[in-house]
């Protein structure tokens, strides 16, 4: 039982990743296609914190280390260099659909669209 | 010296990247001030990487490490596996530093007039420089995560480029759209690196592939990282972005976003070679990067045989001759587990998909530029309204039949060198695809033909009888690469010789790699 709630975490980012898959591919919204990157972006962030993740462990923040195992503090380190990572990316996507929304009125993928052939 | 022989990898990249946030304020001083500010700064790290080229083509593979007490201390004292961040500069990696530099210089030089008077200047050339650091910092390093972080630098730095003139409704477009790909791209990068993080619990290249099992795990890892690049070097069937991307970005840029692609493909090439070498079944994946190459090769050409826009045309042949480039280096991994074969045309083979990646960076860097000085003069990419263009811009239709030749891979210019390597070393391995790749030089000699004799041949045309010739940093950043072009294709054995022998070493040489960093661990 124990072991089927630890990998809860992989199975829920699996999910989010598939879910943010769809809706990259599938959905014509930019705002929405945005939001997909967003939550792909998650579900990794999930997926890396969930990798460290020790049952019972500490904070990895101790020189003094107390008795027990540690959660690993790199994986840590990876999740929070993505986060501000994707903040960027989301900030600067959103950025473009605004100007995508003001020279065409319009945030749809399929009806914005200029560059064909 | 010495210290700068000992801390050049650091400084090649940290140098550009202060300047990146100095640019802003130097820009105060004035226009000319941040100019020769950032020639100054490109100049300084291009010295650096001649100083460190010199380096590594005489002694061999360097390792910096961040933090350490000597620079060469991949492992801490009684450690067994690297716990810090490190740089790792071998042949290949520091071919591909050569090829950017390059590029970063001609660009600078024609983006400073190109530019004038246009608004956001400062941020213009911030972004020049980061662009410029994400592709070095891919190139030299030598660790997973590491290489996540700069990849995700360039495609933002990239994004802003392409995106540059927001006043235009497809220039925003085709940043959106480079953007949405990189985003994606680099997150996948990221749940593999998780993947081989999970098993190994280290993030270095080096230690991984000592390391390496090629568990279940480590396949989708593979699956992954090989997708992900593959979007990101623009081949089909993962193109879609590129020439909605190549077309809008300033010219200047277009060079820098086209390297920035093929930086790409050196991590597909680390990947495969280096972190999987002799795990997987190099012949399987060989085949795969052959096909890969094939098509974007045969896809590419016919799809840009039929363009208008000038641009987009060139952003089509850039896929074609990625194309290439994969072709060659396909057939050398698909052959990389018979030594009798790698020997007698394995290696060639590899030389040649190897050296295209710098003849093509600096032909289709040239064809771009001419491209984007005609829609400066005349504001429009259609080659429908062209004509007559070179009554008045002489030297850039002699910089676009450079270009053009070179491309269709006509003697005495680069392109010929290397598509003659890879026909050559292909036809060995297989006829068929060596006479696709000859089949698809010849419709791209059609495709830029048809092209030259409507821009440039003809009758004068009213509306640009005033039409005049570029601005001279313009022309100097075309010189300088035609001048390569040229270069390159008279001399192309002492070239092979100097800088793509050795990066075909590195890529071959697995346990060279290894070493630098695992050497000491029994």
């Known amino acids: 039982m124990e072991q089927v709630l630890l990998n809860f975490p992989f199975v829920a980012a699996v999910l989010l990743m598939g879910i943010a898959l769809y809706i990259i591919v599938f959905k014509r919204n ?88 | 010296m010495d210290f700068l022989t000992t801390h050049a990898p650091a400084l090649i990249v940290a140098l550009p990247l202060l300047a990146a946030f100095a640019i802003p304020l130097v820009s105060r001083a004035g226009h000319s001030a941040r100019s020769i500010f950032s020639l100054a700064v490109l100049g300084a790290t291009a010295s650096l990487v001649a100083i460190l080229a010199v380096d590594v083509y005489s002694t061999g593979i360097r390792v910096y490490t961040f933090g350490a007490t000597l620079p060469e201390m991949a492992l801490p004292a009684g450690y067994t596996v690297p716990v810090r961040i490190m740089f790792q500069v071998d042949g290949m990696s520091m071919f591909m530093g050569i090829v950017i530099t390059t590029v970063a210089l001609a660009a600078m030089l024609y983006s400073l007039q190109f530019l004038k008077g246009q608004s956001g200047q400062p941020r213009f050339y911030s972004l020049m420089m980061l662009l410029y650091v994400g592709m070095m910092g891919l190139a030299f390093t030598g660790d997973m995560f590491n290489m996540f972080v700069f990849l995700e630098l360039a495609s933002i730095a990239g994004t802003g480029l392409a995106a540059y003139r927001t006043g235009m409704a497809d220039a925003v477009e085709g940043g959106f759209k480079y953007i949405v790909i990189s985003a994606v791209s680099a997150l996948m990068v990221l749940f593999a690196i998780g993947l081989l993080y999970s098993q190994y619990n280290v993030l270095s290249i080096a230690a991984l592939a000592h390391y390496m099992e090629y568990s279940m795990l480590d396949m989708m890892a593979l699956g992954l990282l090989a997708g992900a690049f593959v979007m990101k070097l623009a081949g089909v069937p993962l193109h879609m972005w590129a020439p909605d991307t190549y077309t809008v970005a300033p010219a200047g840029t277009t060079p820098m976003i086209l390297a920035a692609s093929y930086t790409s493909m050196y991590a597909l090439y680390r990947v495969t070679f280096t972190l999987y070498g002799g795990h997987i079944d190099t012949a399987a994946i060989g085949w795969i990067v052959i096909i890969v190459g094939v098509l974007s090769m045969f896809i590419g050409v016919m ?45 060639d083979a590899i030389n040649g998909g190897v050296f295209h990646i710098i003849n093509h960076v600096f032909y289709k860097a040239l064809l771009f530029m001419t491209a984007e000085a005609i829609f400066f003069r005349i504001g429009t990419r259609d080659t429908n309204k062209m004509g007559g ?92 690469l035609a001048a390569c072009v040229v270069f390159f294709g008279l001399f192309p054995g002492l070239i092979v010789d100097t800088i793509v022998a ?21």
């Open chain 2, 389 to 480: 263009l070179a009554r008045n811009m002489k030297w850039t239709t002699l910089f676009y039949g450079i270009g053009a030749l070179a491309i269709s891979g006509i003697p005495p210019f680069n392109g010929f060198a290397s598509k003659l390597l890879i026909y050559q070393t292909v036809l060995n391995f297989s006829p068929v695809l060596s006479a696709i790749a000859m089949f698809v030089s010849l419709v791209t000699l059609a495709s830029f033909a048809k092209v030259f004799y409507a821009a440039f041949t003809g009758p004068e045309m009213p509306a640009y009888r005033e039409v005049r010739e570029v601005p001279r940093s313009m022309l100097i950043g075309m010189g300088i």
């Open chain 2, 502 to 522: 050795p990066a075909t070493e590195a890529l071959i040489n697995q346990t060279g790699y290894i070493d630098a960093v695992m050497g000491a661990v029994p």
């Open chain 1, 30 to 117: 930019l705002i929405k296609l945005v939001m997909g990157v967003a939550i792909l972006s998650s579900a990794i962030n999930l997926f890396l914190v969930s990798l460290g993740y020790r049952v019972g462990g500490v904070a990895p923040i101790y020189t003094d280390v107390p008795e027990g195992p540690m959660v690993l503090p790199v994986p840590q380190a990876l999740t929070l260099t993505n986060i501000v990572i994707g903040v960027a990316v989301l900030a600067l996507m959103l950025t473009l659909v605004v100007h995508i929304y003001r020279h065409t009125g319009d945030i749809d993928a399929e009806k914005s669209r200029i560059l064909k052939g």
């Open chain 2, 303 to 347: 799809m840009a045989v039929h363009q208008t826009d000038i641009k987009r045309m060139m952003a089509y042949h850039a896929i074609s001759q990625g194309g290439y480039m994969l072709l060659g280096v396909g057939v050398g991994l698909a052959v990389l587990a018979d030594p009798v074969a790698l020997a007698s045309y394995g290696r």
